[in-house]
């Protein structure tokens, strides 16, 4: 069956100028989680959906961040007034349920703020 | 909250010998522990996970070891081959939240035919 896909797969944007990241998790999978990676770095954690609701979002570096999956499939991440620091690899995860199990990366979306 | 250490950031083998990466943990509440491969340009992907319920698992060239008395576990690969080369991450859960999984630095293997 079809993965977890991320769009758009690459982004450059302007600072200050506000983005939309999407991830379409596997379908069925319950948890979906955003992380961010820097180069050289490991995933970081940024929220964890479970069903629709955030479960945890403690990794929101800050009120720009905002994550929404309103039907409990789809999720966007929202960054407001983009900082050069926010220039990253985003990827998406999904796993079947929320009990520790194998999580199941997307591409990423490679945002670049100029 | 969990911190998760990994060593060596580096490491080159000559492909056939085997390879080990180390991680600590901070949480000893913390009760599962993947093992993730990234290839250059591409999404990680698990290779194998331990819970804490268990010292040791073996999937066939690849095994993972466990201490939770002093809170660390390895990474064994034997009989490298060049496709092993990627980065790995070791990661931990913590019992207090299942699912926000801590990811270690990694570790960037590289094996050398």
């Known amino acids: 069956g079809a993965g977890v896909s991320q769009t758009p797969s690459n982004k450059v944007t302007e600072k200050g100028k506000y983005v939309e990241l999407r991830c379409d998790p596997i379908?069925?999978?319950?948890?979906l989680y955003w992380y961010r990676q820097s180069l050289g770095q490991g995933p970081e954690f940024l929220i964890y959906?479970?069903?629709?609701?955030?479960?945890?979002d403690s990794g929101l570096p800050n009120d720009r961040f905002f994550a929404v999956r309103p039907e409990g499939s789809v999720s966007t991440l929202k960054i407001q007034r983009t900082e050069r620091g926010d220039s990253a690899v985003y990827l998406c995860a999904s796993s079947l349920t929320s009990v520790p199990t194998e999580q199941f990366f997307g591409p990423g979306t490679r945002l670049t703020v100029l | 909250g969990e911190n998760v250490e990994q060593h060596p950031s580096t490491l080159s083998v000559q492909e056939g010998d085997s390879a080990v990466i180390k991680c600590t943990y901070s949480?000893?509440?913390?009760?599962?522990f993947p093992w993730y491969k990234q290839e250059l340009g591409k999404r990680p992907q698990l290779i194998i996970d331990?819970?804490?319920?268990?010292g040791e698992k073996k999937d066939q060239r690849i095994a993972v070891t466990l201490n939770k008395t002093a809170k660390h576990f390895s990474l064994h690969i034997t009989e490298t081959q060049p496709e092993d080369s990627a980065v790995y991450f070791c990661?931990?859960?913590?019992?207090?939240?299942?699912?926000?999984?801590?990811f270690g630095p990694g570790t960037s293997l590289s094996v050398i035919p």
């Open positions: 990661a931990a859960s913590s019992k207090t939240s299942y699912d926000k999984v801590i």
């Open positions: 959906f479970q069903g629709t609701g955030a479960a945890d």
């Open positions: 949480d000893s509440a913390s009760n599962y």
């Open positions: 379908s069925g999978h319950t948890a």
């Open positions: 331990i819970r804490s319920n268990v």
